[in-house]
């Protein structure tokens, strides 16, 4: 039985028109990469140079986008008011990274995805030929995309964009995993199941990537190692200790089609459903925003159980024994929330009772506010240093029968060279 296998850059796949002219538009954005070197001068992050080259790509790509993609797709006719290449447009700006942070991540190479699916949704490639188009976009298109990317970070020092450090499968990129593991999976017919285990005959161990001559070999033919070898380039030190995801996951046995399931479900954890992923994804007439109508409602918490509302509404709320989540009427609020220490008006203030320090006087006799009897003598323990002596006490019985305040009976203190107006 002859295996058939696909490598990159491969003699067995026939390219379609649209895959062709898209291989040609990339290598045009490659030559205006030698039209803007990189600033020479410092710099704390990516080279400022990034953004005079994205505003040279903006310029021409409507120009490039009529020279390379078929008329039929751009003139087609929509409901929208956005043209078709407007949209695909958008998507292929936005998968070259961030001008204004100068940054690179999953979330514009998932860009890059979607602007090859809005060619298909138009009619772009030729479905006719099922499964040779698709390795075609994969190994044709996807493949120098990535080299151009790789170019990009490299000559502009981008920044990775939202990653999870050494905690991440890899600071930029995904896709290149899922599909470069698929292309060492087991042999399959057209009508057999997708693998979930095993290898194909000739694959290396998925232990390989520790190993830089394996990988250098390896690099040329695969995605997979094409992004291990990118990372070699850009990174130092052991494997394990920069890229510890991907060096977990060369220890599973099961096969590189294992990886590729895994890669498959952490792809749409990981991308997909990630937020800070997803709110820069734009939606149009082509990937349209519709609300799943068999999607079970998001699970209330307390934070959105106890947000202020206005108007009669109804909220959902956790029930403190049964844990359950139950639909209760909120009552209107008037003027918002208030702090505890919220004015009201002057009718119900209470009067402030201030704490004085005990030698503070009082303004007034009949000052409501402060009421220190000065007459009060404070007991101590008599080991203490600070204890009243029995002359301080024999002063406080002469102010209950004369009347007069200890600090009239005893001396002030003063200092040494104080002079006495007496004398």
């Known amino acids: ?3 058939q296998v696909w490598e990159l850059e491969p003699s ?5 028109s649209t895959v062709r002219h898209l291989r040609t538009l990339l290598g045009k954005l490659h030559a205006i990469i030698d039209e803007v070197p990189p600033d020479p001068g410092p710099r704390r992050f990516g080279n ?9 790509v903006e310029d ?4 490039l986008l009529d020279d390379h993609l078929p008329a ?9 008011t956005i043209k078709p290449q407007e949209e695909l447009k958008s998507y292929l700006m936005g998968s070259f990274g961030s001008p204004q942070r100068l940054d690179y991540g999953t979330g514009h190479e998932l860009s890059f995805l979607a602007f090859l699916g809005c060619i298909w949704k138009l009619g772009g490639f030729d479905a006719s030929r099922s499964g040779n188009e698709e390795r075609g976009i994969v190994l044709g298109v996807f493949e120098p995309y990535l080299h151009l990317i790789r170019r990009l970070i490299k000559t502009y020092t981008l920044e990775p964009a939202g990653s999870h450090g050494v905690w991440g499968l890899d600071d930029q990129s995904f896709l290149p995993y899922l599909f470069g593991s698929a292309q060492y999976g087991p042999a399959v017919s057209p009508l057999d199941q997708t693998p979930v285990e095993g290898s194909r005959e000739d694959a290396p161990n998925p232990a390989d990537v520790t190993k830089a001559t394996a990988v250098e070999r390896e690099r040329r033919k695969n995605m997979y190692f094409s992004a291990i070898g990118f990372i070699y380039d850009i990174k130092k030190g052991p494997f394990w200790e920069h890229s510890p995801i991907l060096y977990d996951i060369s220890g599973v046995r099961a096969g590189w089609a294992k990886i590729n399931k895994g890669m498959i479900k952490m792809y749409n954890a990981e991308v997909l459903s990630k937020f800070p992923v997803v709110q820069h994804f734009y939606f149009g007439s082509l990937f349209t925003w519709d609300q799943d109508p068999a999607a079970p409602p998001p699970p209330a918490s307390v934070h959105t159980s106890n947000q202020p509302v206005t108007g009669d509404l109804k909220s959902l709320q956790i029930d403190r024994k049964t844990h359950q989540a139950k639909e209760v009427a909120t009552s209107t609020m008037q003027g918002g929330m208030k702090a505890p220490w919220t004015s009201q008006s002057a009718a119900t ?3 402030f009772v201030g704490t004085a320090a005990p030698w503070a006087r009082k303004s007034s006799s009949t000052d409501p506010t402060i009421a220190f009897p000065s007459s009060t003598t404070y007991q101590r323990d008599s080991n203490l240093p600070f204890t009243r002596s029995s002359t301080s006490q024999s002063n406080a019985s002469s102010t209950r029968s004369t009347g007069m305040t200890s600090a009239a009976l005893s001396p002030s203190t003063k200092a040494p060279w104080a002079k006495d107006e007496a004398k």
Request: glycine share 4%; proline share 3%.
């Open 1 to 3: 039985m002859t295996v």
């Open 12 to 16: 067995n796949v026939s390219y379609s």
């Open 48 to 56: 400022v140079s990034f953004r005079k080259w994205y505003d040279f």
């Open 60 to 63: 021409r790509l409507g120009a």
């Open 72 to 80: 039929s797709i751009l003139s087609l006719s929509s409901r929208s």
């Open 349 to 351: 203030t209470t009067p």
